[in-house]
């Protein structure tokens, strides 16, 4: 249960953000950015990042329990099984990830990376809705929107989950819920009379000139739309960021 502080800090920070004539409306949305499928996890909304064949997952098995508490920004998963095909690659494990670390994945080729990262992407893993993922395993892909266009407008389908999480948690729990401080921090990093200035820099950043962010990303090569999506990642800086060999 959040303390009357903390719960106060948030009403604020709610009213901070309603207040601010940059932010999404469902119309304004609407009309600056292309139609795409809703969904509820960054995984998800980015085609390519997660581009899985309906093959991978009848030949995926997964199981696990998840551990740690629903609203908890920590995740500890426990009994963690995987195999492809008949083959088990993990089996009966654990998996604890700290809010804040970095982990590597070391092993041979074929023994199951990809596909474990696959599988906590797509949350064939009980992982709790309100972590937002990003997993990213190849480049943007090649579209009529620029480099620059193609950064912003997945940010902006980040602040339509988030906007969508938090009327869904204030329905079936109320506001005090100790999820919506976090929802509310969110929200507040992404403010929307930043995007293109912050897009733009980290393009920048990644070799991009101004002439090259206009540019069509169907126009560019594998690597520059590798590098679209890496600042793609960067920029919505989610709760979980799954790297898969990003060169």
């Known amino acids: 249960m959040p303390s009357d502080a903390a719960k106060k800090k948030a009403e604020q920070k709610k009213a901070k953000l309603a207040a601010k004539s940059g932010g999404l409306s469902k119309s304004a949305s609407a009309a600056s950015m292309p139609k795409t499928e809703s969904s509820m996890s960054l995984a998800s909304k980015f085609g390519s990042t997660l581009d899985l064949a309906k093959d991978d997952f009848s030949q995926r098995t997964v199981t696990g329990v998840l551990a740690s508490r629903p609203t908890s920004r920590d995740i500890k998963i426990q ?6 095909n008949g083959v088990e690659l993990i089996q009966d494990c ?19 990376k990809s596909n ?11 992982i709790p809705s309100h972590m937002d993922i990003y997993h990213l395993d190849a480049e943007a892909e090649p ?49 929307p009379t930043t995007f293109e200035s912050r897009a733009s820099a980290l393009l920048h950043g990644l070799g991009f000139s ?38």
């Open 79 to 84: 009994s963690f099984s995987l195999g492809l």
């Open 94 to 112: 654990s998996i604890e990830l700290t809010i804040g670390r970095r982990y590597g994945l070391i092993g041979q080729n074929g023994s199951g």
């Open 116 to 126: 474990f990262l696959k599988a906590i992407a797509a949350r064939e893993v009980p």
């Open 143 to 191: 579209s009529d929107r620029t480099a620059l266009e193609a950064v912003v407008d997945h940010i902006k389908q980040e602040l339509e989950r988030l906007q969508a999480q938090e009327e869904a948690i204030m329905e079936e729990c109320g506001p005090e819920d100790e999820r919506l401080e976090a929802i509310y921090d969110r929200m507040e990093e992404l403010d």
């Open 210 to 247: 101004k002439e090259m962010q206009a540019k069509a990303t169907k126009d560019m090569s594998g690597g520059w739309r590798m590098r679209v999506a890496l600042a793609r990642a960067l920029f919505a800086a989610p709760t979980l960021l799954l790297l898969d060999e990003p060169t």
